[in-house]
């Protein structure tokens, strides 16, 4: 947590949603994200099968399809969507929990269930990762060894479909290098912890009693020796 008031501290919590084209880097820059600045990983669940060294509970939940719509039916998911073939979605509880203590809380998903997040919330802040070029894109893509061919000219199909949405975000982050994206996101969420809407308190402060101009002149001497 910060010195100044907003820096990093948000006293009502943010919800910060990264989404991008598969292979831009949304993992590999989210894992940098620095819990000391008060940053929390929301952790999705997904039918999807899990790649070499993914971990159930700290990469996902992997579930199966039953598991993923009781969830989704008892109200359990704050978004959820289908991406290539599997489905994809948000716990709730954690990141209800974690707004309520004041964190930083990042959601890495598509586009479709970004935008049914800022149907709910519309103070959510929401980052589209961009990689430098699209040749670059296909070889992170490939270069990551993850997916088939046919999978990845799926992710790419889709990329490109996602690409069209970037106006309905509200800022763009290019990831060339993962030490810039991290810098540049960090940025955008200290500028956005110091927006008046989100210091409630502070403006309060300077309206009320403590601001009473009369006594304040009264105390002027005393205040100022
Ligand atoms: P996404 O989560 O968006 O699908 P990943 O984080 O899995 O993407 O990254 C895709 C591949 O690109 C991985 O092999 C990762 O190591 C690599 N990568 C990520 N960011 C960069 C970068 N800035 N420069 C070079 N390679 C990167
Ligand atoms: P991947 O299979 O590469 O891990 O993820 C595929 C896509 O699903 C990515 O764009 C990723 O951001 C998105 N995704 C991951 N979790 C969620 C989620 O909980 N909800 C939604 N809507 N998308 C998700």
Do not use: C, W
């Not at 997040?117 to 519309?122: D, Q, S």
Request: hydrophobic share 35%.
């Amino acid at each position: 947590m910060g010195t100044h008031p907003g820096y990093m501290d948000t006293p009502k919590g943010m919800l910060v949603i990264i989404s991008g084209p598969s292979g831009s880097g949304k993992g590999t820059v989210v894992k940098q994200l620095d819990t000391d600045k008060g940053f929390a990983l929301s952790i999705s669940m997904t039918t999807r099968n899990p790649r070499p060294g993914e971990e159930h509970g700290r990469d996902y939940f992997f579930v199966n399809e039953e598991e993923f719509i009781a969830a989704r039916d008892s109200n359990g998911l704050l978004e959820h969507a289908v991406f290539v073939s599997n489905l994809y979605g948000t716990p709730r509880d954690y990141v209800e929990k974690e707004i309520s203590k004041g964190k930083i809380v990042v959601l890495e998903i598509e586009v479709e269930g970004a935008l049914q997040i800022r149907e709910k919330f519309p103070e959510a802040v929401l980052i589209f990762l961009m990689p430098p070029d699209i040749g670059e894109l296909g070889r992170r893509l490939s270069g990551r060894h993850t997916e088939d061919k046919m999978t990845i000219e799926q992710r790419l199909i889709r990329a490109k479909n996602e690409i069209k949405y970037i106006s309905r975000y509200d800022y763009v982050v290019i990831n060339d290098k993962v030490e810039l994206a991290v810098e540049r996101i960090n940025t955008i969420v200290l500028a956005e912890s110091l927006k008046p809407n989100r210091n409630p308190d502070l403006i309060e402060n300077f309206k009320g009693d403590e601001f009473d101009v009369a006594s304040f002149i009264l105390r002027i001497d005393e205040l100022t020796k």
